[in-house]
């Protein structure tokens, strides 16, 4: 593949997000970056799908916080 997609395609992002809960918990949301409209035709035309966002986890509390 010629560099200009892997370019392309390296503007994807993926990240975590972790956000506290008042008791004591955490949520995380595993997600990627919106396609920019080059990519998303470029994904078109190579007949490829990004997966959906995964939904939201939520991790126990860790010992001791409460």
Known sequence: M???VFEKFAT???LDVSV???DGREL???RHTE???ELALLLHQLDLE???QPPP???A????TL
């Open 61 to 64: 509390a860790k010992s001791g």
């Open 28 to 30: 995380l949301l595993v």
């Open 57 to 59: 986890k939520i991790r």
């Open 2 to 4: 010629p560099r200009a």
């Open 12 to 14: 994807l992002q993926m």
């Open 20 to 22: 506290p809960t008042t």
């Open 50 to 52: 990004l997966p959906p």
């Open 35 to 37: 396609p920019s409209r």
